[in-house]
């Protein structure tokens, strides 16, 4: 029966999720602090702590009498994990409810069929759950980011010939059940695009994040590292598109250039050709940086001061044409610029880009350097688990099921 607005049941369901996410937040908190936090009254806060240490979800700290105890989420009421998926690696995060991390691996990623994909990411999830002292079965949930897009409809992944044997369209189930024995539940597995869940650390642990001077609902990220990639923010919700390619601007046609044929067939476009890791790198041997990454040579430019000037200057245009038609049809707030390239140009190469685009553009973005401290995709990927993970817990807690 669907719950009316204002019964005690609702009432005490906001009330078990506020406080959860206050302890999620700032950590072990007394009942009387708890309650004047929430402005409940000492009863209330009491039954409230009481209800949510039986479900599991909290327990108190050792020491102290009962009104004084520190209460805190449980870590091990549930795990998580994140993967960040490259043509080169694997990597694994898991962490417990909490967000403390408890393991940390990386494998290679495999170049052949879905079977080799499959078995690379259990062997990769079973060595950080061991390592964590836990098993797999534990999991509640697990998210998959890679350079691709997956299909809402179909499951398949697109935008990603760089990972060959990722394009089953029945991966995520089978995902699922390669991650389980027989008579185990399966753990929630879901594939997201690298650079949303980049944007969902930048939601979270970033410039955007709510506590943060520029918190915004309305943002865009732009990724440069070997390929190129967007992701929107909407009202604070992440923007897939109709087919989950919303963002995938590397293969966006840039004027003045040969438009790119047969492009499903590639792994590269317009704007992708023009901005992107190799276009960069063969721009800064001819401005007199060279070497084998662009990246380390945007960064030894950004230090030269004027004698990189003239590369940073033509990186910035270029990431500029990219930027305006993203600017002039969606009018973000604000633009963080994350991802290897990016870093590396610093706040030289920032402030270039933003000269750039304001000539070509009438809104004026503001353009932020990332804060998120490291690995931003694996960030993404465990902020996003854990979200989903606490709001099942909340609801199993809500109707009476506990744990």
Partial sequence: MDQVPGTPSLLRAINDRTALQLLSEQGPLTRARLGALTGLSKPTATQLMDRLEAAGLVEALPGEGRNARLYRVRPGAAYVAGLDVTPANIRVRVCDLTGQAIAQTTL?????????????????????????????????????????????????????????????????????????????????????????????????????????????????VLWIGEGIGAAVVIDGRLHRGFTGGAGEIGYMPVSGLPPVRNISRGNTGGFQNLAGAPAVLKLARAKGFPGSDAAAALRR????????????????DRLAVGLAPLVAVLDPELIVLTGAMLQAGGEVLRELIADALYGMVIPRPRLVLSEVPEDPVLTGAIEAALAETKQELFDHTRKGRGL
């Fill in 301 to 316: 430019a950004a230090a030269s001061g004027s004698v990189g000037t003239p590369l940073l200057t033509e990186v910035a």
């Fill in 108 to 220: 290679a990623t495999p170049r052949r069929e879905v079977k080799d994909a499959l078995e690379r990411i259990r062997e990769a999830l079973t060595a950080a759950c061991a390592q964590g002292g836990i098993d797999t079965a534990q999991l509640n949930r697990v998210v998959v980011g890679l350079g691709g897009a997956p299909d809402p409809h179909t499951g398949r992944i697109g935008y990603a010939r760089h990972l060959p044997g990722w394009h089953d369209p029945n991966l995520l189930q089978r995902l699922r059940t390669e991650l389980t024995g027989p008579g185990r539940p399966n753990p929630a597995v879901e594939i997201e695009n690298d650079v949303n869940l980049a944007a969902v650390a930048e939601q979270t642990r970033g410039v955007v994040r709510r506590d943060a001077p520029l918190a915004c609902r309305d943002f865009a």
